[in-house]
Every structure is written in C-alpha cells, then in structure tokens.
C-alpha cells in the first residue's frame, strides 16, 4: 500500500492531506467541545441582562423596595434612575429599575428568566394597573412567603415613588389571573394603604 | 452484665464454750436468741413497710422503636438515670470510661461527659445537665431533667419528657385519645384511640380506673372531661410513675369493653344496673372492687355513639389542606409537592385538635381538586369558630402565620357583604389567633413570624381564620415530612387553638 502511495501520489499531496485531516480532526473535537458547553449553560443566564435605561429624562434618586429572600426581608434601597416626567412612564421605569436588579445576577430575590414588566397604566382616581409579562408569572417561584414579597414590592415602590396611587391591579399578560404563582391573590385590587402596612411589617425580620 | 455475689451473713455460730458454762449460760442464751430473732424479724417487717410505702421509681420511654422502663435513682436529691440504658434500645450504642471521663457513642454522635461536671459536651457543642454527672458500676447516670435537652442531640428528633411522671416520649408516639358521651339511657363513655391500647382496669366504688403502663397515652386539652350528666360526670387524666391513668366516675357500676382492635373503650353500665337506670349509685350502688390485668375483658360490640357530646355537634375547626388535584402547589422537591405535604399535616393537625376535645373537619382528605370559593364556602356553611389554611414551603426557616390582607377601610355595602372582604369583622380575632399561635411556636423555639397575606380563600372566611406556611427549620427540605417535625408544628398550632377556645367559641 506504501509503495502504491509513493509511486502514484507526490509526496506533498500526501503532506497536505495529513494536514487537512489533522485539522478536521481537531475541529471535530472543538465543535463537539462548544456543543457540550452550549448545553451545559442554562438559558437563564442569557436572560439576565440588565434592562436598558429609559433614553430621555433626568436622573432621580428613587426609592426601591427590595425583597431578600435569606431572611424574607423588604429593604429600601436608593438608586439614581433617569426617570421621564411622564407619571406612567416614570411608574414603568421605577418598575423596570427594580426588575433589572432582580434579574442582576447578585439578585436577593431571584424572578424567572424573562420575567418583564409589558406597562403600567394610571387610571384616575389613584388606580395604577401592572401589566406583567406571561413569563414573570409562570416562572415565579411558588410559596405564600415568596409571593408576597414580590407584591409587597411591587406595590410599595410603585406608590411610595408615585404620589396620588391609592389602588393597584396586576395583569398577566393583560389578562385577569387568579395568582401569582399558586398562593398570592391577583384577582382583586391591591388597596395601597393595606400593602405598606404589610410592607412595614416585612421590613422586618421577625 | 456482671453481677458480683456477696456471702451470706445471716447466722453466727458459738465455739469453744465450757459445758458449765454452756449449761449456765443456756437460759440467757435462749433470752438473747430471742431478742435477736425479735429484732431481725423487726428490721425485716420494717424494711418490708418501707419498700412497700415508696414504690421504685421508673421512667417510661415510648419510641417508635420500643416502649420500655428504666428504673430511677436518687442523687443529690434529684432523679437520676442510666444515659447508656435510655439509648440502648434506639440504636447503637457504646460507652467507654477514661479516668474522670465517661465517653458515650450513639450511631454517629458523641458525647463526652466528666464525673463531678454539670456540662458535658456532645458533638463537640456544650450541653447543660442540670446536675452533676456521675459514674456507678461503670454507668454514666444523668438528671432526668437533662434527658429533654440532650437527647434531641444524639437523636437528631425532638422529645417531650414529663418529668414529674417519669414519661419520655421520643418522637411523634403519643396515643391521644377522645371522649363522647352517648345520649343512651343509661349512657355509655366512649373513648377512641389514636393507636391500640390495653389497659390495666380496675373498678371501685363510684370509679373505673384505667391505667395504661405500657401505651404513650398522652393527655386530652383538660385533664378533666367533663359530661354534664349525673350518671357519668367526669373523667379524669392524670399520670405518675411512668403510667397514664383515666378515672372515669360513675353513679353506677360500670364495666369497660374494648372494641376496634383495642382503639375504643366503652364505659357503661353493668347488666344489673343497666336494669335499673334511674339507680343513682354511690357506695351502695357501686360494685365490689375488681381487678381485670392484661387482655381486655370479653369484646362487646360497640356501636358508635348515636349522639355525640354537645361540643361535638358542630365542628370548632375547619383545618383546609390547601392545593390539591391539578393545583400542585410548590414543587418542593422532584418527588414531594406541597399539597402531599399540607394533606400529611392536616390530618396530624386533626388528630391533635381532637386528642385537645376540639371537633374538626379537614376540607380535603385526599387529592382532589377544591376552588378557593369551595373552601370558603364550605368553611362559611360549618359556622366554625376557626379556620386554618396550611401550606408547606422550602422558603425561609420556621413557620409564618398569615392573616387577610385586606383594604383598611372596608368594601361592605349596606346589609351586604362583600365576598372578597367577607373576613373584615373577624380579622381581629383572626390575629388575636395568629399571635396565640405565633407565641406557641417561639415558646417551643421554632422561628415563626406573623404577617398578612393576599391569600385566598382567608379573605372569604367570615369566621376567624389564618393560614399557616411551614418550612423546614434547617435546609435539609426532607423535614418537612419528618412526623416528629409535623407533629411539633401541629400540637403547637393545637394548643394554641385549646388556648383561645372561649375566646373563638364566643365569636358570633
């Protein structure tokens, strides 16, 4: 066989063929390594990006109400955000700042990945309506504690930021639901007053 | 074990004495014999008295593994116990002596104990006995005070220990029982209980007593149950020395017939006296004192009770085990969902409302599907005086108790009610319950926590109502079904419940 190659192929034909196949050889291995990495990495982490802040208007320092899951705790928290002079505009972007760092990898309550906020709509008089994504809803994790936390901030930083808002509704997906994840209720309205007393008492560990 | 064998002491001999003297000395010989034989009979009869007027002491210890009795000794004027001996029987066990150090192992934990120390230290953490640590005949013996501390160490499980009867119950083995009264003439005491029982019975003039030395019988909400009627008053629980013991008093001669495969007891009337209802006993009426040990007397059957007690007309509690059928709740592991989990605990919770004489209905029994406005429906139509919701949750440490979140001013409109603000004129008995229940976890130092919640169906519950979301203490999830643990979480909301009894019986 040797001698059949020597005597009908030149010599740096051959050369190059072992080349090439050598090549092929190690893309086959990186493409099969990528492959395996591909399915290793959860899709959440894709998911995670921070939301992109509102193109127009002044940066405001505003109070976020955060959830932590270690001790089951609502904690404010000051960010400078640019909100617009729009009430609603500035209601969605207050929401979507307190997403952004639920979605933050170093996230104290972790929301599903996708989770987004469609709208807020302000409805007069003092009714604020929150248009949850599918994805929010249906990744949430399930549980009374958790659930909670999640309206009580929610509630809490939308009103505490946006004077005049006395009740709150929550769609999925524009469309009525009857919880959150399982136990949280969003069939009726929030009355406000009743959700910062609960926010007062989960700014409390005990 | 050893025992080691001491020589006789009880005869003397005389050697060596002259036969004059012998002779002389026979009639004071026959004197001092006498006495001799007058004093030992004496020291005997005395020693008899006073084994006989203070019983030994015992400790009972119920387990799942076994029942058993150690007996107790006195020490610095406290009870005091063999470690080794308390352990034995649950698993293995090995104790090893180094000088003034007493090394115990129980499966894989250690405990190091000093003779002289009231601290010892098990898995390398203090542990506070109480008392000094002594060693006799190469066994460790300890407080019996210290065994409700320290135990849950080496068992990695909660005890209860009753220490003024010498009972430890290790783990979720108490046999609660309850009692209803029928409206028969003449009546009949029927007693159910929660696992299979025999008792030691005895009659006496105007009493059947029925002392359970072997069962983990545990006491009802009051130790004393009482009927309101004149032929069979009351019945009384105590315990002591290592036995549970229930004195049912009757007008009449009674006898007591098990049924059920030893889980009912039915006190009622001995054929003669059944002749003679209106007969109202006392000494006379009353029969000779009998004894009846080991198997219960011949099995009558025993029907169940045609009318309740007043109490248990209506049910005091709605226990809802929340999710169920297609509403899987939270996934708390790939193989353990939340409704498993909340069905588990609701029928602990039942059995523990019920050992306290609180009748109670738990709305879903098994897995089917139930609507919020089925729950509060349901709950609504019993009138009940409570009702409480339980959840399971991996999130968090300890136990929440929930009440409505509900809008501060109210939504009624004139005569109406609103259905998603039914729970507005109970929300202040539903905390004042919620913090009863609240106080009972931090006294058993369980973390717990109170808060309101857009929990449904709370808000459409017109009675008091509260929900109540367990979560394992540690992370290991799997405590959530650990019996010990429901068990501990249950008889705490249950007690707490017993506690605000007149208060929620007296809620319109």
């Known amino acids: ?206 | 074990m050893r025992w080691t064998k001491y020589p006789g002491r009880g005869c003397a001999r005389t050697v060596g004495l002259l036969p004059a003297v012998r002779s002389a000395s026979r009639g004071s010989a026959h004197i001092l014999g006498g006495l001799i034989l007058i004093v030992v009979t004496s020291v005997s009869v005395f020693a008899i008295f006073l084994l006989a007027a203070t019983p030994e002491k015992h400790l009972a210890v119920y387990s799942v593994v076994a029942n058993y009795s150690l007996p107790l000794v006195q020490r610095e004027g406290r009870a005091y116990v063999g470690l080794l001996e308390v352990l034995e029987p649950l698993g293995t066990v090995s104790a090893k002596s180094e000088g003034p150090r007493w090394r115990l192992r129980y499966n894989n934990v250690e405990g190091d104990f000093q003779i002289g120390k009231s601290h010892a230290r098990v898995q390398g953490r203090d542990a506070d006995l109480a008392g000094k640590f002594f060693v006799e005949n190469g066994r460790g013996i300890i407080p019996v005070t210290a065994l409700g501390s320290l135990l849950p160490r080496f068992l990695g499980g909660p005890v209860t220990l009753h220490e003024a009867s010498g009972r430890l119950f290790i783990g979720s083995v108490g046999t609660h029982f309850t009692a209803s009264l029928s409206a028969d003439n003449p009546p009949r005491l029927v007693f159910h209980f929660s696992a299979p029982v025999n008792p030691t019975v005895a009659t006496e003039p105007g009493a059947l007593r029925m002392t359970f030395s072997r069962e983990p019988v545990v006491a009802p909400a009051s130790p004393t149950l009482t009927f309101g009627n004149k032929i069979i008053p009351s019945a009384i629980y105590s315990e002591s020395n290592g036995a549970a013991v229930v004195t049912v008093n009757a007008a009449i001669p009674v006898i007591a017939s098990f049924s059920n495969d030893g889980r009912t007891v039915t006190i009622s009337a001995t054929s003669a006296s059944s002749s003679n209802p209106t007969s109202t006993g006392g000494q006379n009426a009353a029969p000779p004192t009998q004894e009846a040990t080991g198997t219960p007397p011949p099995v009558q059957p025993t029907p169940a009770p045609a009318v309740p007690t007043a109490v248990s007309r209506r049910y005091f509690a709605v226990v809802d085990a929340s999710h169920g059928g297609d509403d899987h709740g939270e996934t708390l592991s790939p193989t353990l969902l939340e409704k498993d989990v909340t069905v588990a605990l609701a029928h602990s919770l039942r059995q523990e409302l019920e050992s306290r004489g609180i009748p109670t209905l738990v709305l879903r029994d098994s897995d089917a599907n139930l609507s919020l406005d089925q729950r509060a429906t349901f709950a609504n139509a019993s009138r009940s005086a409570i009702y409480i919701a339980l959840h399971a949750s991996t999130g968090g440490r300890g136990v929440r108790v929930y009440t409505a979140l509900l809008p501060l001013g109210g939504d009624d409109r004139g005569a109406f009610r609103a259905w998603t603000t039914a729970q507005h004129a109970a929300l202040p008995l539903s905390q004042i319950t919620a913090n009863a229940v609240a106080a009972e976890f931090q006294k058993r130092q369980i973390p717990v926590r109170t808060l309101t919640a857009p929990l449904r169906p709370l808000n459409n519950v017109i009675g008091p109502a509260i929900a109540v979301e367990v979560a394992p203490q540690g992370s290991d999830f799997s405590q959530l079904t650990a019996p010990d643990y429901q068990q501990l979480v249950t008889s705490a909301v249950a007690t707490a419940i017993a506690a605000t009894r007149d208060q929620l019986g007296s809620a319109p």
């Open chain 1, 1 to 206: 066989m040797a001698v059949i190659l020597r005597t009908t192929i030149p010599r740096h034909l051959i050369i190059a063929m072992a080349v090439l196949l050598v090549a092929v050889l190690g893309l086959s291995v990186y493409a099969w390594n990528m492959r395996k990495t591909a399915a290793a990495t959860p899709v959440a982490s894709t998911d995670t990006r921070p939301l992109a802040p509102p193109v127009a208007g002044p940066t405001e320092r505003a109070t976020l109400y955060v959830a932590h899951d270690d001790d089951g705790t609502l904690r404010p928290e000051f960010a400078l955000i640019p909100l617009p002079s729009g009430r609603q505009q500035r209601a969605e972007e207050l929401l979507r700042a307190l997403l952004s760092r639920y979605l933050d990898k170093s996230s104290p309550h972790v929301l599903g990945p996708g989770a987004d906020i469609h709208s807020v709509f302000l409805v007069d008089p003092g009714v604020a309506v929150i248009d949850l994504n599918g994805a929010f809803a249906n990744t949430h994790r399930s549980g009374v504690l958790v659930e909670d936390l999640t309206i009580a901030s929610l509630i809490h930083t939308i009103s505490a930021n946006t004077p005049g808002i006395l009740k709150v509704k929550i769609l999925v997906d524009g469309q009525e639901r009857d919880t959150l994840a399982g136990h949280a209720d969003l069939s009726s309205f929030y009355d406000v007053p009743a959700v910062n007393q609960l926010a007062t008492q989960l700014q409390s560990a005990q």
